[in-house]
């Protein structure tokens, strides 16, 4: 069994690349290619999918 992540290292999925380089590259703004957005929450962890690219991970023109 694959140990499970901290919540620390479940959120640091996340892109932290700059909506507007994203945007550059043709990817979403929001979830920078991902299609989706780690969060965690009291030791939940959730991947949500991205509202804006609808999962995709494309920028939208």
Avoid: H
């Avoid at 999925?13 to 780690?38: H, K």
């Avoid at 929450?41 to 023109?61: L, M, N, S, T, Y």
């Amino acid at each position: 069994m694959t140990p499970r992540m901290t919540d620390q290292q479940w959120e640091a999925q996340n892109s932290n690349l700059g909506p507007d380089e994203a945007t550059a590259r043709g990817l979403c703004w929001c979830c920078v290619g991902n299609g989706v957005l780690y969060t965690a929450f009291g030791g939940i962890q959730r991947a949500v999918p991205c509202r804006e690219c609808r999962g995709d991970g494309k920028a939208k023109r």
